[in-house]
């Protein structure tokens, strides 16, 4: 049973200035609802109410999200404003500790930082910039992967051919649709040198042996170290896995995702479907025109 959740949210968002300048980019709504508060959602969701959220500078309205705010319950409560019970409900939903990345030294230096928290067992790590659409969270999936094999285990997902050289890519041996035995992981390999076109997809369940691989691992891309290449490591030590997702990943790291994410996601609340639909169908028509 995996007990403990880790987020990493230290990285600066550069993509997303000058809107990042003075917030954390996993604090960018879609629509209403932060980030990173779908990401906990999920992991919440998934059975897990221990999580460590690895922040960095400028990121303590993260912190403040999940906290209690009692002078704004209190003006909330005197309008019985039905948004009191959501309120509420966010600083009750787990039980959220947070530890600063001092340096931003790559995603497997920021999980390094957990190691004392999560101790001798198992945990789930789910990218705090990444939303999954599922009816099974996805972090439940990979549980349940875990549980039968007991070893760490990577979600994926299949991207175009011509595009794996933007994501790290798994590669090895078919057990099922939907389960790999792993090879080797590449990161951002050249097109026509990727082991298949399965994408590393932002969601993981690790074994406490990464921390011993990420000691080992020296800096590599960017001058980070990377987790693909800890992973690499501890395909020498232990079996890892791949399993495909059933969902629909969410990068809110880039613009573009951005938006059509904020379009999908206002799609499916009723009381924005018709109108805006409506409103859709009028921008398509005068730009055609």
């Given amino acids: 049973m995996i007990k403990k959740a880790i987020i990493p949210a230290a990285g600066f968002g550069t993509r997303f200035l000058p809107a990042t300048k003075a917030q954390p980019k996993e604090m960018l709504p879609i629509i209403d609802t932060p980030t990173i508060q779908y990401v906990v959602q999920e992991a919440v969701d998934s059975g897990i109410e221990d999580i460590l959220i690895i922040s960095g500078k400028g990121k303590r309205s993260i912190e403040d999200h999940f906290d209690r705010n009692f002078e704004l319950e209190t003006r909330l409560a005197e309008k019985e404003d039905e948004m009191l019970h959501e309120l509420r409900r966010l600083s009750d939903m787990a039980n959220i500790h947070f530890v600063r990345q001092k340096e931003l030294n790559g995603l497997g230096d920021a999980i390094y930082y957990a190691r004392h928290h999560v101790g001798n067992e198992p945990f789930a790590v789910l990218l705090g910039d990444t939303i999954m659409d599922s009816v099974i969270p996805v972090t439940q999936q990979l549980m349940d992967t875990f549980e039968t094999y007991r070893c760490s285990v990577i979600a994926v997902e299949t991207v175009p051919t011509d595009k794996v050289n933007r994501y790290g890519i ?101 009381e924005f479907e018709k109108p805006f639909l409506a409103f859709l169908k009028e921008v398509i028509q005068q730009y055609e025109q």
Avoid: C, W
């Fill in 170 to 270: 798994v590669g090895g041996k078919e057990l099922s649709d939907s389960i790999m035995q792993l090879e080797t992981l590449v990161e951002k390999p050249a097109l026509g040198q990727a082991p298949s076109n399965l994408a590393i997809a932002g969601r993981y369940i690790l074994t406490p042996e990464i921390f011993r691989m990420i000691e080992q691992t020296p800096k590599g891309k960017g001058g980070e170290i990377q987790l693909t290449d800890a992973m690499l490591l501890l395909l020498s030590r232990e079996n890892v896995y791949s399993h495909r997702i059933e969902g629909k990943r969410h990068d809110i790291g880039n613009k573009l995702d951005f938006l059509k994410t904020t379009v999908e996601f206002a799609l499916k609340r009723k």
